[in-house]
């Protein structure tokens, strides 16, 4: 296994937050918790640091090693629940949206087609596991490669392996949460008032019934 390989690229796995972002909107994802899934989609690949420091790739500290096991999702995620007030996101909107954006890091590393597999169970074991399919071509670390052909291919894969899927999946969300829109009380263009509205909406009610 060459070091110079990267998997999916970086510039792929942001693909799962901002998904959640369209998918949920910004009541429950809001810009900084989306940027704070942004950031756990793609801080699994500060191990590619080791390498360029000595580190072995087959190592726990290695590439793809703790930094991509559930754990270290779950301890960033907990993290970011601590700090829901800073992310203006509810505790666990703050969780389950830094949860689901670091362990996508690993998982879509596990559908490629190069490299070592990933240590999900580290470090309690540094066995590298891959997915049974793996439809994403392995990306190069090395700059240079990347604006060549296999960094083309690359590109492709993960537009139709990761970045199509995601988009659907993401606007289906979109979809979703815009229903129903046809409501008579719902003003002029039928939207009903979000959760922050009602809030408003009711305790200027209860301003003008207070003496
Ligand atoms: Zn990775």
Known sequence: MAPKERVPSILTHPAVPLALGVAYGQRYVSRRLLLAGVGASILPDIDSLGLSLGVPYGDTLGHRGLSHSILFALLLAVAAASLFRTLRASRS????????????????????????????????SNHRYFLPWRPIAVSPLDVDLFFSAWGLRVLRSEALSVWLPFALLGGLGFLIRREPRANPQGGANGRQPCGSERERMSAAAASRRSP
């Open 93 to 124: 909107a703050a969780f389950a949206v830094v949860l689901v954006s670091c362990a996508s890091h690993g998982l879509l590393d596990a559908l490629t087609n190069g490299g070592l597999g990933v240590a999900f169970l580290s470090p309690f």
